[in-house]
C-alpha cells in the first residue's frame, strides 16, 4: 500500500508541477532518483527529488553549452 501510495504521490507531483519545457531531464533524473532512494534506506520520493533536480541542472547545463557553440560551416 505504501507503494502505491509513493507512485500515485510522485506521478500526481510531476504532473502537477512539471510541465514540458521545464521536465527536460527531470523524468530521467526522478525515475534513477527514485530507484537509488530506495534502496538506500527506502527514501524514494526524497531520493526522486533530488534526481529530478539534478536532472534539470544537467540538462540546462548541456542547453546552455549547445547554445554558445558556433554553429558548423561548410
Not at 502505491?4 to 502537477?16: E, H, K, Q, W, Y
Not at 538506500?40 to 527529488?49: D, F, N, S, T
Amino acid at each position: 500500500m505504501i507503494r502505491f501510495l509513493s507512485g500515485a504521490a510522485l506521478a500526481l507531483t510531476i504532473v502537477a508541477f512539471g510541465s514540458t519545457a521545464e521536465a527536460k531531464g527531470c523524468i530521467k533524473g526522478a525515475i534513477v532518483g527514485g530507484i537509488a532512494g530506495h534502496y538506500a534506506g527506502h527514501h524514494g520520493l526524497v531520493g526522486a527529488a533530488a534526481g529530478c533536480a539534478i536532472g534539470r541542472h544537467r540538462a540546462n547545463a548541456e542547453a546552455r553549452r549547445n547554445d554558445q557553440t558556433p554553429p558548423a560551416t561548410r
